[in-house]
């Protein structure tokens, strides 16, 4: 049974730092690309960051230079940085993992505060 699982959101002043954390079981974790998708209230959920089983990061334009993806295959857990937050930021975050299937956490709301 494959469980992704997020931690780490809640409430955040504007220009704050948060650290989301997905532990994920029930799947090679290393094999799989991870990802952080958001969605806002009426709105479409997004990408925001993946990365590759090798290491390699992509991130939307709204996020580069704030935010950090990471991934401990050790642990099978990927990891969101968010430094400089902002309330447009303010979405639920999921994690994703692909490999041969996709899957779904259930999410974890941030909460920017202006």
């Known amino acids: 049974q494959v469980q992704l699982v997020e931690s780490g959101g809640g409430l955040v002043q504007a220009g704050g730092s948060l650290k989301l954390s997905c532990a994920a079981s029930?799947?090679?974790?290393?094999?799989?690309?991870m990802g952080w998708y958001r969605q806002a209230p009426g709105k479409q959920r997004e990408l925001v960051a993946s990365?590759?089983?090798?290491?390699?990061?992509n991130y939307a334009d709204s996020v580069k230079g704030r935010f950090t993806i990471s991934r401990d295959n050790a642990k099978n857990t990927v990891y969101l940085q968010m430094n400089s937050v902002k309330p447009e930021d303010t979405a639920v975050y999921y994690c994703?993992?692909?490999?041969?299937?996709?899957?779904w956490g259930k999410g974890t709301l941030v909460t920017v505060s202006s």
């Open positions: 994703h993992s692909r490999w041969d299937m996709d899957y």
């Open positions: 029930g799947i090679i974790f290393k094999l799989n690309t």
């Open positions: 990365i590759t089983p090798g290491g390699n990061p």
